[in-house]
């Protein structure tokens, strides 16, 4: 890396690239690499840091420079003291706080300035103030009593200290970036309104991509949350009440987040019309929505095609993270079903396991319990291009996701696919299009969560060698025509010229 280098591009990414690999990391990789014109400094966004060791990417060259940032990390302890608290500051602080409660409208300018210039100075609103002061006390009960009043005291008070703490580290992070001539932001969060708050401290364009919509897949974590507390019996309404008060303020605080970062943004964009669609309906200004979707070097995987056999391998490759999004516990229930038809079948886990321990002891421990012990294998990261002749499909049983580029690699490879009905996977296995749908089904469609609908689908594409070869060449195809990634650098190289452009 050069930090003498002037920055183009400042790449706002939380909890993903370089630490954690995947669609979004590898998306990330593409573009620094793809576009070796233009400089690029990056700014992680992590919770703490104990979970974030070792890169693992290597970092191009035109990565200038890299910032790591974390926002659950424990600062020096502080001695509770007697503290007054600067009320004027709270006086707006609370006006700011209002928008996280009520998410109709974005924080508008005035009040990012705000938090530009109050949050974190220490003769202003310090962390400190926030933690201990009597103006920081008096803001929380009255929140409290307009909005909370009728749930735990306890709960409300340490989601609220929980919730807005990290807004001190964002505005902290805004003030002291190097200058660069553009800031991108791969996702809404955090890193989407970090977005917005550079954008109003620098004035300089902002960009927004959305690979999967991420207020959405923070309501799902949120659904399945075990951290949320639980002191009663499953059985008491009031119970319910407590949790779903501390789940909805969580979740107005992402949609806040991702509010304001759209109206902030110079342009969004999705990956596919449906997360396009889904943007507007959630606050973003239509005139500013795109949709650039995602590619992949096809050349890459002309080897691949050339290894595939004449008969389809009796193998169902599932290539993604050991997550519970990625509902591998599906997946392997539905080899259950597949192999009792097929006993010849085994299931294949590609991917790595140690984002989510447990959920990975969980699934092992659900194989056992289903007897497919010598059926299921969990091979952590392999080299898709070489591993993809071996597979006679590519599945995803996701819960979420946004356009999976893996779905496309085995395509690329000419091997048919299956996937739930989420992101853009019907677009990718039936067609966008008329006339890409004209080529026909790379694959198949199946529901969330339906191990026998699953298994039906493996059996059947697995049992037919001409069809299965036929499947494999339409995704081939499809993925030559519409999804090689020249077209996506091209695009991107375009948004940025004309970002820029615009300041010259």
């Not at 949120?222 to 499953?234: E, F, T, V």
């Not at 973003?284 to 050349?299: R, S």
Request: hydrophobic share 40%; proline share 5%; with cysteine.
């Amino acid at each position: 890396m050069n930090n003498s280098k002037p920055i183009d591009i400042c790449l706002l990414l939380e909890g993903t690239y370089p630490y954690i690999r995947g669609g979004v990391s590898s998306w990330v990789h593409q573009i620094i690499s793809g576009l070796p014109e233009y400089n690029f400094y990056l700014v992680f966004l992590g919770g703490d840091a104990s979970s974030y060791k070792e890169m693992v990417y290597e970092l191009p060259d035109n990565v200038v420079g890299i910032q790591m940032n974390y926002l659950l990390q424990k600062s020096k302890v502080v001695k509770p003291s007697p503290r007054k608290g600067n009320s004027y500051a709270f006086h707006l602080f609370q006006q700011i706080l209002g928008y996280f409660q009520n998410t109709d409208k974005p924080i508008n300018n005035a009040l990012l300035q705000d938090i530009l210039n109050n949050l974190g100075d220490k003769k202003k609103l310090s962390v400190d103030d926030f933690l201990y002061s009597e103006a920081s006390w008096k803001v929380l009960t009255e929140i409290y009593t307009e909005f909370g009043g009728s749930h735990s005291f306890v709960d409300f008070f340490w989601t609220y200290r929980n919730i807005y703490s990290p807004l001190f580290e964002l505005a902290k992070i805004a003030k002291n970036l190097p200058e660069c001539k553009v800031y991108h932001s791969i996702s809404t969060g955090y890193a989407g309104f970090l977005g917005a708050l550079c954008h109003q401290q620098t004035k300089k364009p902002f960009i927004l991509t959305e690979h999967g919509i991420y207020t959405k897949e923070r309501k799902i974590d949120l659904s399945q949350a075990s951290w949320i507390p639980s002191r009663h019996s499953a059985f008491d309404a009031s119970l319910h009440k407590k949790i779903e008060m501390t789940r909805g303020t969580w979740i107005k605080f992402f949609e806040q987040l991702g509010l304001t970062a759209y109206h902030q943004a110079d342009k969004i964009i999705a990956l596919y019309e449906g997360n396009r669609q889904r943007q507007i309906t959630d606050g973003a200004p239509a005139d500013k929505t795109n949709v650039v979707v995602n590619g992949i070097n096809y050349d890459h995987f002309i080897e691949a095609y050339d290894l595939r056999p004449l008969e389809p391998p009796k193998v169902v490759g599932l290539i993604g993270r050991v997550v519970p999004i990625k509902d591998i516990k599906t997946f392997i229930r539905s080899m259950r079903v597949a192999i009792n038809n097929d006993p010849s079948l085994e299931g294949w886990v590609i991917g790595p396991a140690d984002e989510d321990l447990e959920y990975y002891e969980e699934c092992k421990t659900l194989v056992d319990s289903l007897s497919l012990t010598d059926k299921i294998k969990f091979l952590g990261m392999q080299n898709i291009k070489e591993i993809l002749p071996k597979v006679g499909v590519v599945i995803l049983t996701s819960i979420s996701e946004a356009q999976p580029l893996v779905l496309l690699e085995g395509m690329a490879g000419g091997i048919p696919c299956i996937a739930t009905e989420v992101g853009s996977c019907r677009e990718i296995v039936y067609g966008m299009s008329p006339e890409d749908k004209a080529l026909g089904a790379c694959g198949e469609i199946i529901q969330i969560a339906s191990p026998n609908v699953t298994a039906v689908a493996i059996n059947n594409i697995l049992s037919d060698a001409e069809q299965w070869r036929k499947m494999g060449d339409i995704g081939r195809e499809r993925v030559k025509r519409y999804y090689v990634e020249k077209m996506m650098y091209q695009s991107y190289r375009d948004i940025y010229k004309e970002q820029i452009s615009w300041q010259e």
